[in-house]
Structures are given as C-alpha cells and as structure tokens.
C-alpha cells in the first residue's frame, strides 16, 4: 500500500554545462586611459573621435583600455574593438546620442562592436567588457537607430568573448547584447532594461554560450533572451548552434503578457543541441523550445506571475522538427493562468521526462501537464489548483485524465508515482477511456472548502502508460471518514461517505 506520505521524486543532475575555453588574456601591463587619446568624458563634450582613436591603438599583443571612474562619455558613433582588447569601465557611462554617425555602410548600430564584424567565420578574438554603462539616452523608440539595429553591444562572428558587470539602459532600443555566430562566450552580471526586442540575444550558429546570474526588466520586448540558429536564403543546409548555458538569471516582464526565451532553430534543417537552463527566476517570462532540439535540461527554475493564458514551460514538434531528449525537472511555478487548452508545462517530444515539478495556482484551466500523445516519463510532479468547475482536458486517449488544470496527460514509467493536490473547493474528476470509447467519468472528489487539503498519490506501474476503467464499489467494509485515500498497485480507494468506500482500478495498456 502507498501511504499519503510517500512520494517519489525523480531527481535529475545537470552535468551537460557547456566547457569553457580558455581565453588568452591581453598583456594588462599595456594599458591607457581613453583621456590619454583626447576623451572629456564631462558629460558634454562629444568623445567619438578620442574613444575610436583609443580602441584603435591596442596593439596585437592585446592592451587594457581604461575608463575614468564613474564619468560619462558621448559618443554619436559605434567603437570598434579590436582582438586582445580588454575595456575597463569602472563604472563609466557610454552615452549614445543623435544624430548617429555609422560607421558601416549598411547603417547598423551598435556602441560597440567588433572591428571584423563582416567576415563569414569567427575572426575577431578575445575581447572583454567590464564594469561600463551603455546608455541609449535620447533615441528611445524614436526616433530607432539607424536600420534597425540598435544592439549596445555586437559581437559578430567572433571568439573568446566576456562582457561581464555591465549595465545596460536601452531606453526602447533593440538588444543589450548581441551575438551572431560567436563561439565561446559569457555573460555574467550584467543588468539590461527597458529594451524592446531582446536583452541577451544569439543567433546565426553561435555556441559554447553562458549566460549567468544577470538581471533584466523590461515593459515592451518581444523577447527575454535568444538562441535561435537560422536557415538564411540560398542556404541548403541550415545552421547549428550548441552549448547553450543559461543558470542563475533573473528575468522580468512588466508587460501584460508574458515574454518568451526562445531556445530553438528557425528553418528546416537547423538545429540545437546541448541545452541547459537552471535555476533562474522568470517573472512573467515563459521558457519556449520548439522544433529539432537534441538534449536539454530544464532544472530548478522557479516561474512566478505569468500573464496571457500562456505556457510556462512549452516543447512540441514545428515545421516538421521535433525535440529530442527533454528533461524538465524540479521548476516551480506559481500563480500561471495557462487557459489555452494546453498544459502549464507542455511537452510532446521524443525521449523525454517531466518529473518532481511543482505548479501552484487557482487561475490556470488547462492542464498541469500535458504530452499529448508523446510517450515518456511523468513521475513526482505536484499539481495543484483552486479551480471549482470540474473541465475535463485534452490528454493522450490512454492517459490519466484530471480536471481543473491538474491534467497529468500520459505516465510511461516502469515504477514511480504521481501525486495531486486538491485544495478547497476543488473538484477533481479521472476519466477512463478505451480504444472505441469516448472519455466518460470514472469517479469525482470534492473537497469541501473547510477542509485541509487533501494529497493524492496515484501509483504508477505500467510501459506505456495507464487506463482507467470503472470497478465495481469494493468489499471494503473498514471504517473510514470522507477523503481518506488507500492505494494498491491495482485501485486507487476513496472514502466518498461515511464508511463507504469508492474505486478506479488501474491497469496497464
């Protein structure tokens, strides 16, 4: 027999982080400050041509060039760095300002990027960022920077990259930083607001990334953070991007609906691979990975206050890609309203396991978790909800079958259990279907709204998933008080009355 108290989480180990390689460091003996160059840096005056002139004397052996402490410095045109150079800002502001001089003759914008941003493989090398504010100051979202760009920082097609302890006020420009085809790159301690398209943002096969412990807020994006490889025009094969870190960030909308990280490829043929995100804080940031996907490991995330009925946690087939090998384990998320007939955690793919997550909440009506007709592992999840009207889901034709939002969709594990929750007022319906017949009610609970809640554990003993068929009522003939729960490896027994016992059996497809 199972007792209420036991429960069994299956608890998965993120090991997959991408390596680092190692950078050579710039000879940090060889460094100027960018006054030494012509740079005010009052506030008023414009330094372009100083702060150009500076970031074109590090030599190939690589120098530090070094803010003033806490300064501000104007600039009306990009700063382009060279391999081997290493920006100290010490707290410095890097204010942009109209009208904008590009630099390029497409007229893309960025404050700073690298000098070789046009190549087709990774040129540049070994370039960091410390301790600088990028402000966007008058421009704003009008009007935009020059075609569109508008990322502080652009790194394209180059290697060994840091930015680190920045601070990024976009002001309703684009990115805080970008990364097009960059290799071996982090990010770490930097805080970007009010941007209007991305704070962390990769694209164009870019690999070995990590973004760790930063912050960004923003009322208007349309994203949070990006790894999204392409398929571009004439290109027959697609991209690939791999070795994607993103642990220990806080993301925030301010937005009514909430804004997704998208970790997927764009296009036929292109794919992703290596993924781990854990332990972040998203605040009405949802967690998207579509399309040809191989290998990730969502872990420990904790996801709070989501707006516009969406997914908290998404992964299903597009364009005829599917994930491949998906573990979504120990995330907690409270308060979702998921309302689109989905689940709160969402999740058809090939080779994957959603076990010991916790969703939290009365104003979601879809599933807690729903697989569709993927088969994989469902085990230890806590599923609770307020919902009062009884609604039955869309789950897999031979899953398990809850109402309110507490939807478990298909269980294909050899030995494990799943557990739900039902708070007050809350009506929790199993449905048992067959090959021929529709869904019809096997049997419901109520919990009173007095009461305490009442935790289920349902055991699971089955390959590909469990049926639940009618019973007839048990020979049962113990004492009981309305909602005490026993469970075998074969029935699940309710008391539904004073001495009166009820029963679903389980049993395996």
């Known amino acids: ?92 502001t890097l204010l942009a300002l109209q009208p904008w001089i590009s630099g390029r003759p497409e007229g893309a ?64 420009a684009e990115d805080a930083i970008a990364g097009v085809g960059v290799h071996n790159m982090r990010v770490e301690g930097n805080a970007a607001y009010e941007f209007r398209n991305c704070a962390y943002d990769f694209w164009s096969g870019s690999s070995d990334v990590r973004v760790i412990g930063n912050y960004a807020e923003t009322s208007q994006s349309a994203q949070m953070v990006n790894f999204n490889p392409e398929r571009t025009a004439g290109d ?9 870190v993103l642990v220990g960030n806080t993301l925030t909308s301010t937005a009514n609906s909430a804004v997704p990280i998208q970790i997927e490829p764009l296009g036929p043929g292109t794919t992703v691979a290596n993924v781990v995100v854990s332990g972040n804080i998203l605040q009405n940031v949802s967690l998207v990975l579509r399309r040809a996907i191989r290998g990730a490991s969502i872990v420990g995330n904790t996801i709070t206050g989501l707006h516009g009925g969406f997914e908290a946690i998404v992964s299903y087939p597009l364009d005829g ?55 994989g592992v469902v085990a230890g999840n806590w599923i609770s909800s307020g919902q009062v009207a009884a609604r039955s889901t869309v789950t897999d034709s031979d899953g398990l079958r809850l109402a ?79 909602g005490a729960i026993k469970a075998d490896a074969n029935a699940i027994y309710v008391c539904t009355a004073p001495n009166t016992w009820k029963s679903a059996r389980l049993s395996p497809n």
């Not at 704003?140 to 097609?157: L, N, Q, R």
């Open 236 to 244: 027959s094969k697609g991209m690939h991007a791999e070795n994607f």
């Open 109 to 172: 914008y960025a404050i700073l990027e690298n000098v070789n941003y046009n190549t087709s493989q990774p040129t540049d090398t070994d370039i960091s960022v410390d301790g600088l504010t990028l402000d966007y100051g008058d421009f704003g979202p009008a009007p935009k920077p020059p075609a569109g760009g508008g990322h502080a920082i652009s790194f394209d097609m180059a290697s060994n990259l840091t930015i680190t302890n920045s601070v990024f006020r976009l002001r309703g």
């Open 1 to 92: 027999m199972i007792g209420v108290g036991r429960v069994f989480i299956l608890l998965v180990s993120c090991l997959a982080c991408a390596p680092a390689i190692a950078q050579r460091s710039p000879d940090l003996g060889n460094a100027r400050n960018v006054r030494d160059f012509g740079a005010v840096c009052n506030g008023t005056a414009d330094d372009t041509q100083a702060l150009r002139l500076a970031a074109a004397w590090v030599p190939e052996t690589g120098g530090r060039l070094q803010f003033p402490a806490s300064v501000t410095c104007r600039t009306h045109g990009t700063i382009y760095l060279k391999s081997h150079t290493f920006v100290q800002g010490n707290g410095a």
């Open 321 to 375: 890609d599917m994930p491949d090998g998906i573990a979504i384990a120990g995330n907690t998320i409270v308060d979702p309203t998921t309302s689109k007939g989905f689940g709160v955690i969402r999740v058809e793919a090939r080779n994957f396991a959603v076990t010991g997550n916790v969703v939290l909440g009365s104003g979601y009506s879809a599933p807690g978790i729903y697989t569709g007709t993927s088969q």
């Open 404 to 482: 309110n939002g507490k939807g478990l969709a298909l269980l294909d594990t050899a030995s494990a259990s799943a557990q739900i929750v039902l708070q007050s007022d809350d009506n929790l319906v199993l449905y048992g279907t067959t090959a021929r017949d529709a869904p019809r009610a096997v049997f419901s609970i109520y919990q009173r709204s007095d009461a305490t809640p009442l935790r289920i554990v349902v055991p699971v003993s089955a390959e590909a998933g469990l049926r639940v068929t009618p019973s007839a009522p048990t020979s049962r003939t113990a004492r009981c008080s309305p």
